[in-house]
C-alpha cells in the first residue's frame, strides 16, 4: 500500500504546473491547486495580504502536497475507506471534490445498499465501503473506477466546453477518461472505438 504522500506526489504528477484555462470552471491553478481552494483555505502564498493569482504561481510542489494530504485526504476522511478505495476517491476528489463521494455513494446504492449520496464521508458511508469491499475485494476498485468514467462522460454531454477534457481533438480519450482508466484494470478499459462510439454525438 503507498503512504498517502506517495499519492499526493502521484497527484501532483499528474495535475502539472500552472494553468489558466477558460473553459475550467477551476480557474487559475497549480499542481491540481486552485485559485479558490486557496481562497477558501486562507492560504496567502506570497504573504502580501491578499490571495490573488500570484498566489497559485508562487506555489510550491510542496505546498500543494500539504494541501492535498490534509484537505483532500483527511479532512474528508478518505483514511476512513478501506485500502483498495483510497488512491482513486483521493484523486477524484482532488479532481472534482465532494462528487468523488457522491459518486462512490451512488455505487453502494448501486450495490442494494442504503446509503444518503452527501459526498460526505461518515460512519456509514465508510461501512458501506467496508461491507461492498468485503462483496467485491477484487473488483471494487474497478467499479468505482468505471463509475468515475461514467460521471466524466456524463459531465461532458451536458456541458459542451467540457469535452475537450474527455476526447482528444483526434477523437481518442482525453485527460480525465485516462485519468479514471490509471485505476480500473486494462481488461475493463474502453477500447478506442468504444470510446469514439460514446462521445460520437458530440459535436
Do not use: C
Not at 477558460?22 to 502564498?45: E, H, N
Not at 479532481?95 to 446504492?109: C, D, E, P, W
Amino acid at each position: 500500500m503507498r503512504t498517502v504522500k506517495e499519492l499526493a506526489e502521484e497527484i501532483v504528477a499528474r495535475e502539472g504546473g500552472y494553468v489558466n484555462d477558460p473553459d475550467d470552471p477551476g480557474g487559475p491553478t497549480k499542481y491540481g491547486v486552485t485559485l479558490a481552494t486557496l481562497r477558501r483555505l486562507q492560504l496567502d502564498v506570497t504573504q502580501d495580504g491578499d490571495v490573488n493569482v500570484a498566489d497559485v504561481k508562487a506555489l510550491t510542489r510542496a505546498d500543494a502536497l500539504e494541501v492535498f494530504v490534509l484537505h483532500y485526504f483527511h479532512k474528508p476522511h478518505i483514511d476512513l475507506l478501506p485500502e483498495q478505495l483510497q488512491p482513486s476517491v483521493f484523486d477524484m476528489y482532488v479532481n472534482a471534490g465532494s462528487n468523488a463521494v457522491r459518486i462512490l455513494q451512488k455505487l453502494f446504492n448501486d450495490m442494494g445498499q442504503r446509503v444518503g449520496v452527501d459526498g460526505t464521508i461518515g460512519p456509514k458511508t465508510a461501512l458501506a465501503a467496508e461491507i461492498a469491499s468485503a462483496w467485491a475485494p477484487d473488483h471494487i476498485a474497478d467499479a468505482y473506477g468505471i463509475a468515475r468514467r461514467n460521471y466524466y462522460y456524463a459531465l461532458a454531454d451536458r456541458r459542451p466546453a467540457s469535452r475537450k477534457y474527455a476526447r482528444r481533438r483526434d477523437g481518442g480519450k482525453g485527460g480525465w477518461i485516462r485519468r479514471a482508466e490509471e485505476f480500473i484494470a486494462p481488461r475493463y478499459h474502453l477500447s478506442e472505438a468504444e470510446h469514439r462510439a460514446r462521445t460520437a454525438k458530440w459535436h
